[in-house]
């Protein structure tokens, strides 16, 4: 059953549900998809910040993988936080005899600034998820460490083309949220082309979990046999809208509003 909307999401929780493996289920749901999990740590976590987070085994994340993939089965597998080494050996490992295309969001460091993965862990993520990755969707800080660039401009944004690239992905989503200015522009970089998306930047202090929900709204679009380029262009919309309909919750960097319609 290919082009099912079955998503299987390798990620970490947040308890409070913004961003994460609940941002994502809340998202594939809403895109009429199917969402199961392979819950790679428990995070201690509201819209001020993480204040701890607690590995699930390696062993652990495995068998949530393949159990989901040998009975369920995925149209697409969607990354987010992948802890440490050894996780994302274990997760590439049970990935590996199934297949499936995955979308790679190389969950680094939260909005609060509390780091999601290991030092020593950026090199075995480029070596096992990023370079098979249908889709890697890398925020600027994260492209800098993928590429060792610094990427502070949307000049230096297109610069670091070629190393992106060199990654090995089939399409990089450079987001650029981070940047300043009365425009976020989001590079979508295929082996022929790179695309420029720009929108008005919205001002609010709902940002949490935008990077989550964007790689998950692509990852419902692919697994529903979109392209890359239709997968972004819809995840992005839907981001918006869930930006722009937020409701006011937590006193630091609150959610989305995933269920706006
Ligand atoms: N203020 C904003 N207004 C409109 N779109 C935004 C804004 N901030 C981010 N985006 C968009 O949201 C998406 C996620 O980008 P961002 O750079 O915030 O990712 P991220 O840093 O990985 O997020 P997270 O911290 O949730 O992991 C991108 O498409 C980006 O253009
Ligand atoms: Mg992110």
Not at 106 to 121: E, F, Q, R, T, Y
Not at 247 to 253: D, E, K, R, S, Y
């Given at each position: 059953m290919a082009g099912g909307g079955r998503v299987l999401i390798v990620a970490g929780s947040d308890s409070g549900g913004g961003a994460g493996i609940q941002a994502d289920i809340k998202t594939v749901t809403m895109l009429g998809g199917y969402a199961m999990t392979a819950i790679t740590a428990v995070t201690v976590q509201n819209t001020l910040g993480v204040s701890a987070v607690h590995p699930v085994p390696p062993k652990i994340v495995a068998g949530q993988i393949s159990v989901c993939l040998s009975d369920i089965g995925a149209d697409i597998v969607k990354t987010g936080m992948l802890v440490d080494k050894d996780t994302i050996e274990a997760a590439a490992e049970a990935l590996e005899s199934f297949d499936v295309p995955e979308v790679v969001d190389?969950?680094?460091?939260?909005?609060?600034?509390?780091?999601?993965?290991?030092?020593?862990?950026a090199a075995a993520l480029i070596e096992h998820f990023a370079a098979g990755a249908a889709i890697l969707t890398p925020n600027l800080p994260e492209a800098e460490v993928l590429t060792g660039r610094k990427i502070r401009t949307e000049s230096d944004m297109n610069a670091a083309v070629p190393a992106l690239r060199a990654l090995g992905a089939k399409a990089v989503l450079l987001k650029g949220g981070h940047l300043e200015g009365p425009q976020v522009v989001d590079l979508l970089i295929t082996k022929g082309e790179v695309m420029r998306f720009a929108d008005p930047r919205i001002e609010t202090t709902a940002t949490h979990g935008t990077g989550c929900t964007l790689a998950s709204a692509i990852a419902a679009g692919m697994a529903f046999g979109l392209g890359p380029e239709q997968a972004v262009r819809r995840a992005r919309l839907f981001v918006r809208r869930a930006m722009e309909n937020a409701?006011?919750?937590?006193?630091?960097?609150g959610p989305l509003n995933h269920g706006a319609r």
């Open positions: 190389p969950v680094m460091v939260a909005k609060g600034g509390h780091a999601l993965l290991a030092d020593d862990a409701i006011p919750l937590g006193q630091g960097h």
